[in-house]
């Protein structure tokens, strides 16, 4: 609809005010709002035709979905089982981490056998097929060009009929129908409701690089997030050379699922065995180690835990954790120093999970007890134990779900004995491991300490 009178844009959320506003009234930000002036077209090119109908029946057979294979394993159990057609994804990470080298990886693989357009705002094509070539990347119909006009962009992907659009990024897109700069709040919204539009319409995925905020969020009001069906965030450590893509949302497939991979002098390759990551452990079992099995997304991870115990010298102890909930560490000694009788009031407690991953499930409490009473006693774990469990305030050791897998993914890695909860132990057993089921934490201590 034609807009005749200036509205004020607020800056931070992309809320509209009919009147300027110290403060605005959608986010609740302060001097943020901005007189947009002129008059605003329709961005879809005046009057559509309402879209037809259509009826919703029970076919004998579903049409089954097809998915596109992204070239990686870890890439396409991310986005669900592949890519699916007129599907949008947003990616987001930080400055340098290799989002444009895994997108250029992605639109290599799949322009191998269907037409692939990888529109970039930020770099010429020279730049991006010199990239390419150090990379070793090439595709019979992959094209690049060097845009930040959208209309050009969509009109040369219908003309080529792409089957993957990928936009990097959207920020430094812009549209005519929006008299604003590129990666103001109205032109990011603008942009990436017109990309829907496009994908929906014409069956062509769409894959948009997204800047991210000193906090980690990415740039731009929240409806981005809301608009597009797939939200992937690229993490990685400081100073490490592995990343790890996550799906926060995903309408074609699971929430919070996660893929590992390393960076390298021929781009980013997948990790097929993340658990090793986190396993790299002395050669010799030392005191405040031991190994867990996590649940991160769909898949189990073997993590090893170090827990270091220390006289303070300070008047109130410090409580020091990295990858775990502060308050949950607070929480466990206090269980263990009213259940275990170790004493903890007078120690600095420090506890890490190696290889910079936060886990948040509650499975950890159980390993991270042990660990715990470890280092205090200066007595090292039998290194080929791994323990999981949630730990309850009368000192009781709680079932975690998917407890068999847990079980098989700690056998596969080569370990042999596991101390579990009672009600995660199988009725048959797995081969070749020994399960010792423990309903306390006490039960728990005494078989980790048994010689």
């Known amino acids: 609809m034609a807009r005749n009178q200036p509205v004020y844009v607020c800056g931070s959320c992309g809320g509209e005010s009919l009147k300027w506003q110290g403060q605005c009234p959608h986010c609740s930000a302060w001097n943020t709002l901005t007189r947009v002036m002129g008059v605003r077209a329709d961005p879809r090119g005046g009057p559509q035709p309402a879209a037809p109908a259509v009826a919703v029946g029970l076919p004998a057979e579903p049409p089954a979905e097809v998915r596109t294979s992204l070239g990686m394993a870890e890439l396409d159990r991310v986005f669900g089982g ?21 997108l250029l990886q992605v639109a290599a693989a799949v322009g191998t056998d269907a037409p692939v357009l990888y529109a970039s705002g930020e770099e010429s094509t020279r730049q991006t097929a010199q990239r390419a070539q150090r990379l070793s990347l090439a595709a019979p119909q992959l094209r690049l060009v060097s845009d930040n006009s959208l209309e050009s962009i969509i009109a040369r992907s219908d003309e080529q009929r792409a089957a993957l659009l990928v936009i990097d990024s959207i ?10 700069s590129p990666g103001s709040p109205q032109q990011l919204r603008e942009c990436t409701a017109a990309l829907v539009r496009f994908a929906k319409q014409g069956g062509t995925s769409v894959i948009i690089v997204g800047h991210v905020t000193k906090d980690g969020a990415i740039a731009g009001p929240k409806l981005l997030e809301h608009l597009v069906d797939t939200v992937l965030y690229f993490d990685a450590d400081a100073g490490s050379r592995y990343r790890m893509l996550r ?26 065995n993340p658990s090793a990551i986190f396993l790299s452990r002395n050669p010799q079992p030392v005191p405040g180690s031991l190994v867990m099995v996590a649940r991160d997304g769909g898949r189990p991870l073997l993590i090893e835990v170090q827990a270091l115990t220390d006289a303070t010298r300070f008047s109130a102890p410090r409580r020091v954790a990295q990858g775990v909930d502060a308050n949950r560490l607070a929480m466990l000694l206090a269980v263990m120093s009213r259940h275990s009788r170790l004493s903890l009031a007078e120690h600095d407690v420090y ?7 936060a886990i948040a499930e509650t499975a950890t409490d159980l390993p991270l007890a042990l660990a715990i009473a470890s280092s205090l006693r200066g007595v090292a774990l039998d290194g080929k134990l791994v323990a999981f469990g949630e730990l309850g305030l009368t000192g009781e050791v709680r079932p975690v779900p ?7 993914e700690l056998h596969k890695q080569g370990y ?8 995660n132990a199988p009725r048959q057993g797995v081969a070749g491991l020994e399960i010792q089921a423990v309903a306390t934490l006490a039960e728990a201590l005494e078989a980790a300490f048994r010689s």
Do not use: D
């Open 416 to 423: 042999a004995r596991a101390i579990v909860p009672q009600q």
């Open 402 to 408: 998917h407890g068999e897998e847990r079980l098989k």
């Open 171 to 180: 920020q430094t897109m812009q549209t005519s129908h929006v008299e604003s």
């Open 82 to 102: 592949g890519l699916s057609a007129g599907s949008v994804s947003l990616l987001g990470g930080e400055p340098g981490i290799g989002k444009s080298t895994l």
């Open 247 to 272: 799906a926060t949302k995903n309408r074609f497939g699971p929430v919070n699922e996660l893929g590992f991979f390393a960076m390298t002098g021929a781009g980013l390759r997948e990790v097929k």
């Open 351 to 357: 506890v890490n999970l190696v290889g910079g991953l």
